[in-house]
């Protein structure tokens, strides 16, 4: 039968759970509502509550498994302390000391949800097989994690792998959610992406496919635009290129992973996206040619759980 | 009596050796001079002779030495391989195994320069208490070191700590050594800082005491012209301090250390540029106001005997 290990993928909406083999295949994968309520008072319990049933329905005792991760939605400090998770209503927490007291002492561990999701990635994903990389997922944030020797880079004010705030344009001139101004995240999220057309196609009268969508645009618009030789389009995405090769560069020239893995929604763009960040993060690199490499992620969804279960197999 | 380590600083002019307590006291430090002659072929056997003259001076048995560390001006493969120093002569080499085998199998271990500084001012430095730092080191160029749980982070192809090659000014026009543009390394260190000088000097008709020097100015003048309130050199170091801020505090989003530690020439300036800095490092991380900490380095041109002996203690 072998060892297992549990994933759990705590999220503002629902509960990503799944039972994995400790070699890393996912046996079962399921998934249950957040609960909110009352500061989220009821999630750990919820949580606690699933596994011992699917445990139950699988026939797998408590003791066949050698441990759960959990991955929640904001910085979690080196000793598993959780100032606050704004999206689950969580102030002053401990989840894993609180998930693991619920189960009979199981080993828990806890990470910040992108963290997590990177160590997913390099476990069974997109870079597998290394034990050095970067993950930068493109979404309607940029979130980011760092893997140095199979080990997540938490940092000591839990802002390790915070890449979507690193200050990349100096003349952006409104602000990010972090309070700052010229994140990464301003200009390659989704958001950022359809921002940075909106305010190209107002800017000029150059005919565009991304017209069509007007206001309403869209990051899959433009980058399905610019796969089409749309000028306008492929004006868009080299300076949300310029702006991640710089931002890669950087990474690679502080802690020079063996690989970035490049996912969220805005990746689903695939091969002609990486094609265009490495254009850019080469110009930036001029200092080797020997340097980490891009590729796509490959777990979707299911990265937080991956990686949430080998959080425990230290 | 306790047990010894030996730290090795290999420069292009002279080769700096410190013998250790490995409780980090220094009993002794000498130097000798670089034979770069064919290739620095002689340069490890005057470093191995070199060790067993002072230790036999010392009255210190091989015995007692844990191990030797090096520094070296170049990148360093995780395995010791050393590809190239420009500075040395050498190509394709393994200094540490090199030095090892001439003193009966002593374990050494090789680190790339500004890597061994910073553990050195993290062992008995500006960082000393500390496990995560990164040092940043304001010279002729820019290097740096990032250490992490009190190990370097080297990088799978040597370029971790390369932070003097990070892109932080995209209106730069002329060429980094590097091939780059806009480096950190060409408006914040010595060089740069000048050369920021005399731009502004030609740009206008400000007076300032910066003008005494002329085209001579060096990062000195500006440090000092600042810091008498000068309008000019107040101008420049806003320059210089707005990309350093930029820089570290994307370092601090990526790997988040307790401290950075500014090292290097510049750094005479003391308390002044850290206060520069910190204003523009703090308007570039408004995410958190628990985060690293900026401070001078303490160890001037011992760190890398420092550091390269604290290699070996791992």
């Not at 441990?67 to 929640?72: D, F, K, N, S």
């Not at 979130?143 to 000591?156: A, F, N, P, Q, S």
Request: glycine share 16%; proline share 3%.
């Amino acid at each position: 039968m072998g060892k297992k290990c549990i994933g759990v993928d705590v999220g503002g909406t629902s509960v990503k759970l799944g039972l994995f083999q400790v070699t890393g295949e996912l046996i079962k994968k399921w998934e249950i509502p957040t609960n909110k309520e009352e500061q989220g008072k009821y999630i750990v319990n919820d949580i606690a509550d699933s596994i011992r049933q699917v445990l139950e329905h699988e026939g797998v005792p408590l003791t066949d498994v050698e441990g759960a991760g959990l991955g929640v939605p904001g910085p979690v400090m080196p000793d598993g302390y959780v100032e606050v998770c704004v999206n689950l209503g969580w102030k002053d927490r401990y989840p894993a000391r609180e998930l693991s007291d619920l189960l009979k002492g199981l080993p828990v561990k806890c990470g910040n949800d992108a963290n997590v999701a990177a160590l997913g990635e390099m476990w069974q994903g997109g870079g597998k097989g290394y034990t050095d990389i970067v993950m930068v997922t493109l979404g309607t944030g940029v979130g980011g994690g760092v893997i140095i020797d199979e080990k997540i880079i938490t940092g000591k004010h839990g802002l390790g792998g915070e890449i979507g705030h690193i200050h990349v344009r100096d003349e952006e001139t409104e602000h990010c959610n972090c309070g700052g101004v010229g994140c990464l995240e301003q200009v390659a999220s989704a958001t950022g992406i359809a921002r940075e057309a909106r305010r190209r196609m107002a800017a000029c009268e150059t005919p565009s496919l991304m017209r069509n969508a007007g206001e309403q645009v869209t990051a899959k618009d433009v980058l399905d635009a610019a796969k089409e030789g749309d000028a306008l389009a492929l004006e868009v995405m080299e300076v949300v290129g310029h702006y991640l090769g710089v931002a890669l560069a950087s990474l690679a020239l502080t802690v020079d992973p063996q690989m970035f893995v490049i996912g969220g929604g805005v990746s689903k763009a695939g091969q002609y996206l990486i094609e265009v960040i490495n254009r850019h993060y080469a110009r930036y690199m001029p200092i080797s040619e020997n340097r980490g490499t891009i590729g796509l992620a490959k777990l979707g969804n299911d990265a937080g759980i991956y990686g949430a279960a080998r959080l425990v197999l230290d």
